[in-house]
Structure formats: C-alpha cells, structure tokens
C-alpha cells in the first residue's frame, strides 16, 4: 500500500503479466474491504479485454473489477487469466455477492488512474503502481 | 526533486515564472503555514499546476487555490481557463472523477437549543432516510432508464416537478441546476448501470451530512443577503455524481489519452488526457459532463429532500429549511472573462462570482456569490462571498474546503487505539456513519485547518469571510 495525501495508492511484483493482474485484484479487495471474502465463490464471470500496453490494460482491469463490485454487486475471489497476444486477456473469475457487513466495506472507488501510474520489469519480475481515486 | 522556482507578489500571492513547456505563468495563494505543506510534499501539486500551464490554448495564468493538494493530472484546488478559439482544450482530469461534486447548504429558522433537545433522534433519522451508497438506496425511490435521461438534462427540476422539493430550490442552485448542452447519449452505458441504482445516496470518502449551527458572523450584510444569523441551524450536503460521474470520467480519459496525439497535445502526465474544446470528442465529454454534473444537482436535491423529511420526523414538522445555496467544485464551464469566453476548469475550487453578476439570484446580487468552504467533521465550516478580486484575479474562482494533509492511511494508524466517535460525542458533535474506516479516516487531523484556507482567501481578497458554522451532527456514508 502507498501513501497518497487525498488517495489510495498499491505495488505489486508478480512473474508474469496473469500474476500481476491476480495480484492487483488482491490489492483492490485490501483496499474496499476490511476483511476481504476468501474461499471459493460460488458465481462466475468472464472478462475479455485488451490494451495497447501494459499500464493500460492493467488500468483497464481495475476499473473491469470495479464495476463488477460496485456495479453489480459481485466481489471476485479467485481469477484465472490468459493473456494473449496483443495484451488481450481472458479472464474466468469466480466471487461471492458484496456483502457490505460481513466484507467491512470501507468506501467506494472512483477509479484507477492513470496519475504516477507505472509497470516496469526489473529482476526478472514485474513491478507495477498503481493509485485508486477513492 | 528539490525546490522550484517561484516569487512572492504580495502577501498570499506566488507566480512561478514560464518555464521548460510551460505556456504561461502559474499563481498560487498561500500562507507560510501552506507553503510549509507543500514543501514537505516536495511540491507535487505545484508541480501540476506548472503540468496545467503546459496544455494549448492556456489563458494566463494557470491558478491554484489556497487548498491546493496533490491530485492527478491537475491538482486538488486547480483553476485553469482555456480559450477554444486559440485551441484550447478540455481534460477530464482538470474536472475530476466526481463531476460536479459539490455542497449544499440549507438554513432553518431552528435554534441550537431547540435541535439539543432532539439531537440524537434528527440523528437517527437522517442516518436512516439518507443513504451511503452501496447495497444501501432507498427502496422506495427507483428511476428507469427513460427517466434518467430526461433527468440528465432537467437536472433537479425534473424532481421538483414530481414533488421532490420546491420550485424555490432552484433559484438557490448553481447554474438553476442545469447546465446547458447535456448529451444522454454521450454517456456509457455502464455509466447508467453505476449511476442508477445511486441517485440520492451520500456516497462515502468525505462526503457527509452535518447539521450545524451559525456560531458567528463577520460581515452583517452579506449575512442578512443570505439570511444567516447566529444561533440558526443549518445543514451541509457533500455529494456528486456518484457511480455515474465517475465512470464518464474514466471513460474520457481513455479516450483522450487515445486522441491527444492526432490534435498535437503533448502530455507531462497521462492523467492531464485532452482534446480541443472545438473536436468531435472534446463536444461528446462537455455533454457528458453537463449530463452528470445535472445528475450531481439532482443528487444533492433528493438528499435535501430525505433530509426535510429525516426533521419532520424528528418533531421539526413545519419548519421549512431553504436553499441558501448550492454550488459545484468540480466542473468545467463556458464563462466569459476578460471579453472573451474561455471554458474555466475548476477541480476541488469552486466558482466565487462577485456583486453585480447577472448569473446571481436577485436577492445575492449585491453581496456576490455565496462561497461554501466545507471543513473537517470536527471544527468549523464557513461561508464567504464572491469579490470582485475573484472576478479580476481567478477566473472568479475561489477555493472550496480544508483540503487533506494527510494520507488514508496515516489517519488510520493515528485513530488506531482511539475511538473517534467517542471523542465527538464528547465535543457535543454526535456522529452517525455506516463504518468506522471513513470516520478514522476522515478524522479532523487529517485535514488543514480550513480556517487557514479562509483567512488566506480573505487576505488575497479572492472570497470575503461572510459566517463561521460549527458540526453538531455528522452523517458519513
């Protein structure tokens, strides 16, 4: 988690581009939730997308994620992602129905931006910031 | 990145002179204390507004408010004009995610003694008849689809026409509450999907509800205009767009990021996405952008309706709370200034028209605009009057609230341990909110002390200190 005066802001390393993606869902469930839904989820869901770059797609992810949570009351648990060629991505998620008592929901966000925003791979791994208007 | 270069003009008043691909001047107001602050964030948010000064069609000078903090694109408290005749732009990040979020203040004939007596109970009731947000509307207020649209361009008088308040409310809105050149269908579906199901709830972040009283007046007159005396209580809505306003930003910047290039606009910072006012694209955002900034108005006049009916409730049946005013700090507008129209961003600042302006309902004219400068849920707000230094200096802009200091997460850590509610109960100030993260996190450390803000508006002359109001009860989403 970073620290940013008016907003919320997350890094996250992954090996690969699928890795990344899964853990940027993770780092949006830290972010809306106290006490993130684990486990199984029982629904499913199916994301296509695509993006000129890598900063792009991962924005475009977030905000993907977003809708599904505040727009259609699903909250994704589990992810699993191919990404093909061009940077498109099919996703399968599997997630349970917002439930703002028992998730601790702790306030809506706008949306992924695009301020600061940064995917670089160093190591051997990716590196990726990216900060929520919340 | 170490310091920048800037000079003082006079005493609240800095420029930093055009620079590296600056195309004009930046100004910004502050005091020692802010320039403390924005030194200890190593000038990011200057640094944006020298980003603002960058962008084509640029009127001098790019400006910040005394509330100036780091935003994206531009920063929090930014005002820029740009001139469509010289190719000037539109950027959805110099208006901000929440499209004409704003504040609006109603005032009663109530005491402050007669709102002790039912304190806990008007609580009560507000929390329950205005909702935060998700998994939390009202059932028994739902809108199709067709409906909307019309609302997204009537604005709040599509519901007072159904009942939804009183035709006098809209002569005490910004604009009546409808600004000109909304384009339904310049909104994303998924826009209606998000906005929908949210169209009177508060929302969360730092929005709120209080209700306040007038704890002391500065300028008699201007207060008679208004019809503030001490001792009166009045209520403060912070809303906007919601889900809807938010996804036409998102939207927009997409698309902007993908145009900018064809129109030769060079961006130092992604988020700063633009498009000619006079293009294709740049026409589809401004009608989104009135679209949900309508949506906003409406917002905040449902609100005001569940709030009038949260004190008839409470046992204040009958005693009416006007519109004193109600105003946007997150819009971009096409106004004349200087002889020419030019379309003034303003993000997290808020217009501040001064006397004689025809835009003004007849009973404020003399005094100027009402300024609303909402503070944290803990000390004080204040209201303030439009001047005719913010006409000359700011695009009559003045700033809109304390404005952060620190981050989500610090206020976290340093509310661990402590029970802020507690803590305001004990201040007199009762606080009723749908999770304890947001009132830790909106606690009122975590913001500057927007006395600070005022009294540097006031020394600039850009906004004349009008009343102070004092939190008694605060609703957070």
Known sequence: ???????????????????????????????????????????????????????????????ELVFLIQGEGFVPVGVEVEVGEGLSLRARLRGVQLDVERYGWQGEIKGATFHGLEVVRRDGALHARVILDV | MGTIDFER????????????????????????????????????????????????????????????????????????????????VVSPGGVGFDINCGVRLLVSEITREELEERKARLADELFRSVPSGVGRGRKDFRIGRPDLERLLVEGPSWLVERGYGEPEDLEGIESRGRLAGADPDAVSERAYQRGRPQLGTLGSGNHFLEVQYVDEVYDEEAARAYGLHPGQVTVLIHSGSRGLGHQVCTDYVECFLQVAPKYGIELVDRQLAAAPVESPEGRDYLGAMSAAANFAFANRQLIAHFTREAF?????????????????????????????????????????????????????????????????????????????????????????????????RRAKKAARGRNLIREMERMGILVRAAGRATVDEEMSEAYKDAAEVVEVTDGAGIGKKVARLRPRIVVKG
């Not at chain 1, 620290?3 to 890094?11: P, Q, S």
């Not at chain 2, 005693?319 to 004193?324: A, C, T």
């Open chain 1, 1 to 63: 988690m970073l620290d940013h005066t008016a907003d919320v802001g997350f890094e996250v390393e992954a090996p690969s581009v699928g890795e990344l993606l899964r853990e940027a869902l993770r780092g949006l469930l830290l972010v809306v939730f106290e006490v993130p839904p684990q486990g199984d989820g029982t629904e499913e869901r199916r994301v296509e997308l695509s993006a000129p770059d890598l900063e792009t797609l991962l924005v475009r992810w977030l905000n």
């Open chain 2, 312 to 408: 008839a409730r409470a046992g204040f049946g009958g005693r009416p709370l006007r519109v004193l005013y109600d105003l946007a700090h997150n819009n971009a507008k096409l106004e004349e200034h200087g002889g020419r129209e030019v379309l003034v961003h303003r993000k997290g600042a808020t217009r501040a028209f001064g006397p004689g302006n025809p835009e003004l309902p007849e009973r404020y004219r003399r005094a100027g605009q009402p300024v609303l400068v909402p503070g944290d849920m803990g000390r004080y707000s204040f209201v303030l009057a439009g001047t005719e230094g913010s006409m000359r200096e700011t695009f009559g802009s003045s700033a809109h609230g304390a404005g952060r200091k620190m981050s989500r």
């Open chain 2, 9 to 88: 003009l006079s005493e609240y008043r800095y420029r930093i002179p055009r620079q590296g691909k600056m195309r004009c001047d930046a100004v910004f107001y502050a005091s020692e204390r802010i320039l403390e602050d924005l030194a200890a964030e190593d000038y990011a948010s200057l640094r944006q507004l020298m980003g603002v000064a960058t962008l084509p069609g640029v009127v001098e000078p790019a400006l910040s408010m005394p509330d100036i903090h780091w935003g994206y694109g531009f920063p929090i408290g930014g005002v820029a004009a740009f001139d469509p005749e010289e190719g000037g």
